[in-house]
Structure formats: C-alpha cells, structure tokens
C-alpha cells in the first residue's frame, strides 16, 4: 500500500528526525515542513533583522488577508476577500458569533451541540448570555452518554429550528469521531428557518474538499497548526461569505487594524470593509509565514488525493481495529462509511487514558480525548500504511495484555 501511495513522495517534504517514532496525532500538531525552519529563518534575518520597521509596511500588513486569501481560494473553495488569517479559532469565534448575531437583529437563539469542542461550547454560552439570549443544544442531555459516532444530519438539527435562532454553530468534522456533518442539508435547514450557519472546519480544512460557497455558508472558522501543518500556535483563520460583507456591522473588537485607516490614528473607529474588520490587533508575521509553508504544500498535494489517502488509512486501521481490537472490546467511536469520515478515528475503551500513555511510551504517539477515547489522527502527507499497522500493533499487544491480566484475575 505504502509503494502505490500517491502522495508517498510527500512524507520526504517534512522534518522527520526520529523515523522510528510513529506519528499519530498530526490532526492535533502537524508536522514540520522541511521548507519552514529556512523560511522562519529569512522572515527572523531578512525581513525583521535587515527592514526592521519598514517590513510592515512592505509585506507585513498585507499578510492577513494574503495568505487569507491564498488559503481560502486553495482550500475553502472561497473568492478572493473573504478569508482573513488572524488570533486563534476561540477568538474568531467570538468575533463572528457576535457578528452573526448582528446580522440577525431581534433574534436571541444560539444553536450549538453539547458534544462538541469546549472553546466551541464556551464562547457559544459567553456569547448568548451576553446578546441575552440563550443556547438552544443539540445532542444528549445525559453528561454520561457515549460520545455520538455517526454524523449530523439536518434531521438533529431541524427540531431546534424557529425563527428566534440567529445563528447555528457546528463543527464540520467532528473533533472525537471524525464524522463529517452534513454540511449541505444543515445549512440549508439553518437558512430555512432565516438564521445563519458558522462552521468550525478545525478539523476539516485540508483534510476533507471544501467548498465553503457551494455549501452557502455564511461564515466559518478554522485553525492551522493540524492539517496544515503551521507549527504551534500558528494563527487560525476566519472566513465570511461576500454576500454578507455589505450588511456586516462593527466588529465585538474594534481594534485599531480592524479600522478604515489604522495609520489615521482616528478619534473615533470606521471599520474596514470586508472581512479586514475582524483583524483586531497586531498580528504575527514569523507564524503567518509558516501557515504560507504549510498552505503551499497541502494545496500542491491537493485535497482529492489527500481524502483518497485519508479514506484509505481510516479504513486500513477501522481493518486492523476489527480484526484485533474489536475482539477485545475496543469499540469503534467513527463511521464505517468512509465517505462519512475524515482522517482521523476513535477507538473506545475504558482504560484508553493509561493505553494511550503506553502507546506514547513505546514510542507510538495518539492523543487521548477524554472520557475513553484514543484517537488516531492519520495525516495524510506524512502518516504510511506501516505506521498505520505498526501503531495498531502496538495498540493490540497492549490491550491483549490487559485482557489477559484481567482473564487470569480470580473470580470475586
Ligand atoms: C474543533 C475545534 N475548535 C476549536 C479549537 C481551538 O482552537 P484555538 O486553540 O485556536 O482557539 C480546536 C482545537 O483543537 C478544535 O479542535
């Protein structure tokens, strides 16, 4: 499998040292570009050490909405101007939630999903309470139920739609089981009922195609530092429909290079135009320069043969997990439809967070989402089938022996 991987030769484009380690988790922390140490290094002794001042005006402000654009049009599916990269995912949360809460006037509801991302969840609580309205949640009411393994459909959405909710938060890709939401049909319930749609796409940019104008999107979010392998802490990015840009209103922050002319040093805040509004403060060129590396490489890849690799782990490890794991009670928290998942999968078990410490132990590295789950993030420009098998193998010896352990305990 690893011989007629398409995208085999792009494994080579990344800073590997330790080919020994098995790198699971490059949904949470992508890997370093091979081009982006060089690259920081020039930004650092070039364009900071040799221009000093001069860089902001010569590259550095057109940054946000360059390498906005640059990702958008490679990876959204956007127009030019409608991408800007800047803060983190919480902020530009904050940000367009109270943005959409605007463009909806008179209307108090917020919809968002008791399962989803907590900076999700939070800002979502924050931001109703704050415009005195109130969340209306999707999903379990028991805090105990089992996480939800297959994807929304805009049938668990429609039930909480009238024509008080001005605004559906929901992640495209589900951050525990990889389920992709369906993005068409809930947004078109959403506008059914007149409210607008943000997507969280963290885990869904450069992992899946999007196409952020043909869904009829109004407004998403997204981060970097996983599947476009921007480093950490890399600023995240924000994307709002053009269609909206003329009826958008002040930003929640009005921050001086959100302004018409931040250089005016004005008494009183004009927005800019555009998405340009919601860059708030001072942004970070040195990151901005490595979400430009990582951008470049996932869209010379591109997304078709990323998610015809991404199928193709998830579906060699759900293999591997039914084979040896489901046997031993490990439960697969992901679609089995492949065309319903991303490039990530969860395996349940209850003592998933010591098996998952194992697994980092012995040089095999997942992450462990709480309460019971090891996830298994299969980057597709830099993850091999072998590390697939050899990851799971690893994972199989463990909870063997654990089952063992238990089998050979006497009866109480
Ligand atoms: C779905 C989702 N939303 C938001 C975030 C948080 O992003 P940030 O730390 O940039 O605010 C994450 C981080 O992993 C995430 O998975």
């Known amino acids: 499998m690893d011989a007629a991987d398409e995208l085999a030769a792009y494994r080579a484009r990344f800073t590997i040292t330790d080919d020994a380690v098995i790198y699971l988790d490059g949904n949470s922390l992508g890997r370093l570009p091979a081009t982006t140490a060089g690259r920081v290094a020039e930004v650092v002794e070039q364009e900071w050490g040799a221009r000093l001042i001069r860089s902001w005006e010569e590259r550095w402000l057109a940054l946000p909405t360059q390498v906005g654009d640059r990702l958008g049009t490679a990876l959204l599916g956007a127009e030019a101007g409608e991408t800007l990269v800047c803060d983190t995912v919480t902020t530009n949360l904050f940000k367009l939630l ?27 609580t924050a931001v109703a309470d704050q415009r005195g309205g109130l969340v209306s949640w999707l999903g379990p009411l028991d805090p105990d139920a089992p996480a939800p393994t297959e994807p929304l459909a805009a049938s668990d959405v429609a039930a909480a739609l009238h024509d008080d909710v001005a605004v559906v938060l929901l992640s495209a890709v589900d951050y525990r089981s990889g389920a992709i939401a369906d993005l068409a049909g809930i947004t078109a319930a959403v506008h059914r009922a007149g409210a607008l749609m943000l997507w969280d796409c963290s885990h869904a940019v450069g992992s899946i195609e999007l196409d952020l104008p043909a869904l009829d999107a109004d407004l998403a979010v997204g981060c970097t530092y996983k599947y ?156 091999r089938f072998t590390d697939v098998h050899d990851g799971l193998a690893a994972l199989h010896a463990l909870v063997a022996a654990l089952h063992d352990a238990t089998a050979g305990e006497p009866e109480p």
């Open 228 to 383: 476009l392998n921007a480093g950490p802490g890399a600023p995240a990015w924000l994307w709002v429909a053009t269609r909206l840009h003329d009826e958008l209103t002040d930003p929640v922050i009005p921050g001086w290079l959100g302004a018409d002319d931040a250089f005016a040093m004005a008494r009183d805040y004009t927005a800019a135009a555009g998405v340009r509004r919601f860059l708030s403060g001072t942004t970070a060129p040195i990151a901005m320069r490595c979400v430009e590396e990582g951008v470049a490489l996932v869209a010379e890849a591109g997304l078709p043969a990323i998610r015809r690799k991404a199928r193709a782990l998830t579906s060699y490890a759900i293999e591997l997990a039914d084979d040896w794991l489901a046997p031993l009670g490990v439960r697969l928290g992901t679609p089995r439809d492949p065309q319903h998942r991303g490039a990530h999968l969860t395996l349940h078990h209850p003592d998933a967070r010591a098996l998952t410490q194992a697994l980092i132990d012995g040089g095999v590295v997942p992450d462990f989402r709480a309460p019971d789950g090891i996830r298994l993030g299969l980057s597709p420009l830099t993850t």
């Open 98 to 124: 109270h943005a959409a809460y605007d463009l909806r006037p008179g209307r108090g509801t917020l919809v968002a999903h008791r399962a989803d991302f907590p900076t999700d969840r939070f800002v979502a």
